[in-house]
T-cell receptor
Framework: EADIYQTPRYLVIGTGKKITLECSQTMGHDKMYWYQQDPGMELHLIHY???????EKGDLSSESTVSRIRTEHFPLTLESARPSHTSQYLCASSEYIGEWGAFFGQGTRLTVV | KQEVTQIPAALSVPEGENLVLNCSFT??????LQWFRQDPGKGLTSLLLIQSSQREQTSGRLNASLDKSSGRSTLYIAASQPGDSATYLC???????????WGAGTKLIIKP
């Protein structure tokens, strides 16, 4: 069973607030990913990391930022939330030389009002 | 640039039928291919992983095959059940940079 956790599961927040979505994994994986997914739509990669102190932007432009200070932790931050940020955010991790593929958290459903 | 296509986009079948979901990719330089299921509003659950050197993997009623040279994978579901209703996604992990490239998914509905 995958050990990757996202908190909170659901978040409703007002416009302009700063928020941080947490993602932690206990598998020692080097690679971690953040995806954004609107209901019924495709997954879009917004950030990824190859390891500690390594972060890259993904295919979809995002106003969020990420950090990777520890292997197990990959938080995503929105400095000023807007209604257009309303979406589901999925965190994943994988081994650097993968034999076991990618594992996903349960997601954070964010609503900005 | 790798492109992953899943056909059909949606499928509705009666309970008990065997069915096949298709995934095709344009660049055969993949490290492995992974099938996931996603229930509405939830995260993704890994179903099967096929290494590029393998031809198929089985787990219970699920069987996934991989033909790397032709750029195709299939997910076979035997004796479908209403609990199989979900969206099924395939993703390839690229040899060059270990990036996941996703298909758009097949939304499966199994009618009781």
């Amino acid at each position: 069973e995958a050990d990757i956790y996202q908190t909170p599961r659901y978040l409703v927040i007002g416009t302009g607030k700063k928020i941080t979505l947490e993602c932690s994994q206990t598998m020692g994986h080097d690679k971690m990913y953040w995806y954004q997914q609107d209901p019924g739509m495709e997954l879009h990669l917004i950030h990824y990391s190859y390891g500690v102190n390594s972060t890259e932007k993904g295919d979809l432009s995002s106003e969020s930022t990420v950090s990777r200070i520890r292997t197990e932790h990959f938080p995503l931050t929105l400095e000023s939330a807007r209604p257009s940020h309303t979406s589901q955010y999925l965190c994943a991790s994988s081994e650097y030389i993968g034999e076991w593929g990618a594992f996903f958290g349960q997601g954070t459903r964010l609503t900005v009002v | 640039k790798q492109e992953v296509t899943q056909i059909p986009a949606a499928l509705s079948v009666p309970e008990g039928e065997n069915l096949v979901l298709n995934c095709s990719f344009t660049d055969s330089a993949i490290y492995n291919l992974q099938w996931f299921r996603q229930d509405p509003g939830k995260g993704l659950t890994s179903l099967l992983l096929i290494q590029s050197s393998q031809r198929e993997q089985t787990s219970g009623r699920l069987n996934a095959s991989l033909d790397k040279s032709s750029g195709r994978s299939t997910l076979y579901i035997a004796a479908s059940q209403p609990g199989d209703s979900a969206t099924y996604l395939c993703a390839v992990i690229m040899d060059s940079n270990y990036q996941l490239i996703w298909g758009a998914g097949t939304k499966l509905i199994i009618k009781p």
